[in-house]
C-alpha cells in the first residue's frame, strides 16, 4: 500500500518568509510524527499527534514553528519568519497506534528545506 | 533526560565481513529500541524493533541485534555484509509508557567495499 507522502520533496525560500510543508501519512494510522534533520545533526523530535489529543509540541525549537493535523489524517508544519539556521530535511512518520507493535513508525521522503 | 549514543560515526568494510555497530542509551525506565537504515537516495526504513520478550530480535537482510538491558545496549550486528548494506544505520529510543517520540543517535555511515 502507499507509503507516508511529504511535499514538497524541496523547498527553497528566502529569509523571513513563511514556509508550509504538508505530510500524508498511512491510511488508517492514528499517530503522526515530525522530525528534523540537520546537517551534522542528529533526528529531532518536533510534534507528535494522536488521535484527537492534544499534540505534544514539547520539540518545536520556537514559536516560529506550529503544525496541524486536519480531520486526524493530513498534517501541515509551518513555519514563520524563515531563519537559515531552519535549514534542514523536515521528516514525517506515522504509525498505526501507540501500543506494542503499532506504535513502529513508518517514514516520509522528507522535505529538504533551504533557506537563503 | 534519554539520549542515545552511536559510537562509530563511519565504517569501511570489505564485502563478507562482520559488522557490529554500538548503541547504548541513557534513560532508567523501559524502552523500546529501534535499528533503521538510510540507503543512499532513499527514506529512512525499519531495520529490526525490540519491543519485549527474546532480546535478540531478528530483522531484515540477516541484521539483528540484542538488547542487553544491564548494559543499556542495543548493538546491531551481521555476520557478513554485502555492497549492498552501504547505508546510514540509525539507533532510536522510545519511552515505553506515555511518550512515543523517539530519540536518536547520531548515525553510522557505513561503507561497504566489493
Known amino acids: 500500500g502507499a507509503g507516508v507522502s511529504q511535499s514538497p520533496s524541496n523547498k527553497v525560500t528566502e529569509k523571513g518568509k513563511d514556509v508550509e510543508l504538508r505530510c500524508d501519512p498511512i491510511?488508517?494510522?492514528?499517530?503522526l510524527y515530525w522530525y528534523r534533520q540537520s546537517l551534522g545533526q542528529g533526528l529531532e523530535f518536533l510534534i507528535y499527534?494522536?488521535?484527537?489529543?492534544?499534540?505534544?509540541k514539547s520539540g518545536l525549537p520556537s514559536d516560529r514553528f506550529s503544525a496541524e493535523r486536519t480531520g486526524g489524517s493530513v498534517s501541515t508544519l509551518t513555519i514563520q519568519r524563515t531563519q537559515q539556521e531552519d535549514s534542514a530535511v523536515y521528516l514525517c512518520?506515522?504509525?498505526?497506534?501507540?501500543?506494542?507493535?503499532?506504535?513502529?513508525?513508518?517514514f516520509g521522503p522528507g522535505t529538504r528545506l533551504l533557506v537563503l | 533526560a534519554q539520549s542515545v549514543s552511536q559510537h562509530n560515526h563511519h565504517v569501511i568494510l570489505s564485502e563478507a565481513a562482520s559488522l557490529e555497530l554500538g548503541c547504548n542509551y541513557s534513560y532508567g525506565g523501559t524502552v523500546n529500541l529501534f535499528w533503521y537504515v538510510q540507503y543512499p537516495g532513499q527514506h529512512l526504513q525499519l531495520l529490526l524493533k525490540y519491543f519485549s520478550g527474546d532480546p535478540l530480535v531478528k530483522g531484515i537482510k540477516g541484521f539483528e541485534a540484542e538488547f542487553i538491558k544491564s548494559k543499556f545496549s542495543f548493538n546491531l550486528r551481521k555476520p557478513s555484509v554485502q555492497w549492498s548494506d552501504t547505508a546510514e544505520y540509525f539507533c532510536?529510543?522510545?519511552?515505553?509508557?506515555?511518550?512515543?517520540?523517539?530519540?536518536w543517535g547520531l548515525g553510522t555511515s557505513l561503507a561497504v567495499n566489493p
Open positions: 512518520a506515522s504509525s498505526l497506534g501507540t501500543s506494542g507493535s503499532h506504535e513502529t513508525q513508518y
Open positions: 499527534f494522536q488521535g484527537n489529543s492534544a499534540p505534544d
Open positions: 532510536a529510543v522510545n519511552n515505553a509508557g506515555n511518550n512515543r517520540k523517539l530519540i
Open positions: 491510511s488508517g494510522h492514528t499517530a
